[in-house]
């Protein structure tokens, strides 16, 4: 493979606090590389620069010739008129191909109107879409997955299986990483970290290093504390010499030997201490970092068992569009309800409707009015951004302040990032500070709107476990499969202007049609082996002790015949 870029001596700063030190690697064409790292490591500067959006402080950036650069920026800060100039053009173009495969149908035939009424999907499918169509020989892509719908992600998987070029991809979406990339690059403490194959294999990679490092570690800290152990020793040694050689005696020959004994001592422990210092300049292994442990707190004793929300003929609509009707649907306390639908489909308004910030155009939407709503939004924009992290949470009684410091800590915010004004944090620190103020308080419900955009991977991951131990009621809309699956045990479906509620997981509904496949093909087996047994039956007396077995294995194919049909 031919190198398209190489990056040499590459550092970055800002306002004196240094984000990249010493960058080096190279791209080659049709490499596939996941770019990882804590929130605020500098993955979306090192983008930004790659890019051409944003000088290095020093270093080298070297790109082949003619090579053109598809850059999605995770804020997706598109205007509507870029948008309107790329469909003002010809609807054959490749740009409305590759957005009615993503699912944005007759997009040449919108309004400007509509266009100022994009979701975050629909956004995202248009940006992809102008990417797409410029035929780039890089493509960047920073949190592609945040608002693509099922049909989007897997659209994205398949097309960049076919790209010819390099692509670079920053996202915590591990589902998405271990079906698209081939190599990591890992940013940590201002440097640089290289892995091969997806992210599945990175973290066994990781856990083999970390673990290795500690054993080194441990070893020289055993050695270390032996050498100590030792200068102790000689030391108590000299302490006695010198004591001895200074004792009140008329024996002048013993207090002279004391005190060449102790000189000695004093040079066998100067001797012994350079040694250590020497060693430790030239060999000191620093103790492995440890990964953040993110803790969430969620306390709640509400009943299980009681309908909390009900709708009853429900619909929507918006400027004559309509998104849903003639809705039914419940949903009981304690339950893990997933919004499931294509983007654009609804499911926003509905969080909407529930929250009470719009009403419904039809039908009743009925919600308990004890209830306790929880809700994080998918904007982290609407922070205060001139005030603090603490300011922002508004807090004002001692326990409380002191719970949110502890948690904004738990969640990697350390002193300095709680203390800055919110516009110099990034949206993942943002979503944190968001996500500090729901566990503060007690909620009966949480409604939780892409929740995971811009959290890094452990953080994802500890999130997920502190969920499956809340007792309240979750309500979550979510384009991170793998986050929805390990939550959610029911759904509301948005399908064919309408919803429904399905008691199956997301992995099960996906891939229904696969299972009544094989349902149809195991009641064909079950068919003809009944049919053959009644054969059998016929021609063998009842006696016979093979007719029992016959008989019994009958009974239980039946059995099973039930139980497929339902």
């Known amino acids: 493979m031919n190198q398209i870029i190489k990056v040499s001596g590459l550092d970055k700063s800002f306002k004196l606090v240094k984000i990249l030190e010493n960058i080096q690697f190279d791209i080659k064409n049709g490499e596939r590389i996941g770019l990882v790292g804590y929130n605020g490591t500098g993955k979306t500067t090192l983008a930004n620069i790659l890019s051409g959006k944003l ?5 080298q950036i070297e790109a082949s010739k003619d090579l ?5 920026s995770q804020s997706i800060d598109y205007e509507v008129s870029d948008f309107q100039q790329s469909l003002s053009m010809n609807k054959e173009t490749e740009f409305f191909k590759h957005a009615s495969e993503l699912g944005l149908k007759k997009a040449y035939e919108w309004e400007e109107s509509r266009l100022t009424h994009l979701s975050g999907g629909e956004k995202l499918k248009l940006a992809l879409s102008m990417i797409w169509a410029s035929k780039p020989g890089f493509l960047i892509l920073d949190e592609p997955t945040n608002h693509l719908d099922y049909k989007g992600i897997e659209w994205l998987i398949s097309e960049l299986d076919k790209f010819p070029g390099a692509v670079l991809i920053i996202s915590h979406d591990r ?9 990591i690059f890992e940013l940590e403490n201002k440097k640089i970290h290289f892995f091969n194959g997806n992210y599945s294999e990175y973290q066994k990679q990781k856990q083999k290093k970390f673990k ?31 004591s001895t050689s200074t004792k009140q005696g008329r024996d002048y020959g013993t207090k002279e030997y004391h005190r060449v004994k102790a000189k000695k001592r004093d040079a066998q422990v100067k001797s012994k201490m350079k040694r250590l210092q020497n060693e430790l300049d030239k060999n000191k292994i620093e103790k492995p970092n440890e990964d953040a442990q993110v803790r969430f707190q969620f306390e709640n004793d509400g009943k299980r068992g009681k309908r909390i929300i009900e709708a009853k003929k429900l619909s929507m609509t918006f400027e004559e569009r309509n998104l849903f009707q003639d809705a039914h649907f419940y949903i009981i306390h304690g339950e893990r309800i997933g919004l499931l639908g294509e983007n654009g489909c609804g499911k926003s308004t509905l969080i909407k409707m529930i929250l009470g910030h719009i009403a419904s155009s039809g039908g009743n939407l009925w919600t308990s009015d004890s209830l306790k709503i929880a809700y994080l939004s998918q904007d982290v ?13 508004g807090y004002t009684d001692r326990e409380s302040i002191l719970q949110a410091r502890t948690l904004l800590a738990n969640l990697g915010l350390k002193e300095e990032h709680i203390t800055k004004p919110i516009y110099t944090l990034s949206l993942g620190e943002r979503t944190r500070v968001k996500l500090v103020d729901m566990l503060v308080r007690d909620y009966d419900v949480l409604i939780l709107d892409e929740p995971t955009n ?16 809340f007792t309240g009621t979750i309500i979550t809309v979510s384009h991170d499969y793998y986050f929805l699956n390990k939550l959610c045990d029911r759904l509301l479906v948005f399908e064919e202007q309408t919803i429904k509620r399905v008691e199956m997981k997301p992995e099960e509904y996906l891939n229904k049609d696969n299972k009544m496949n094989d349902h149809h093909e195991t009641l064909l087996i079950i068919e003809n082996r009944i049919a053959s047994i009644l054969g059998e039956l016929s021609t063998i007396d009842q006696k016979d002790p093979k007719y029992v077995l016959l008989d019994q294995e009958f009974k239980d194919l039946l059995k099973q015949k039930r139980k497929i049909i339902g």
């Open 68 to 72: 053109t650069i598809g850059y999605l």
């Open 212 to 242: 290795d490092h500690m054993h080194q570690y441990e070893v020289q800290q055993r050695k270390l504390e032996d050498i100590e152990l030792q200068m102790e020793q000689l030391k108590s040694w000299s302490d006695k010499a010198h």
């Open 381 to 393: 924009d609407d922070l205060p951004s001139d005030k603090s992290a603490l300011e922002a949470l």
């Open 175 to 183: 589902h998405f990483l271990d079906k698209t990339v081939t190599r």
């Open 55 to 59: 000088p290095p402080d020093s270093g």
């Open 454 to 469: 811009h959290l890094d991977l452990p953080s994802r991951e500890q999130l997920e476990k502190t969920l499956s131990e």
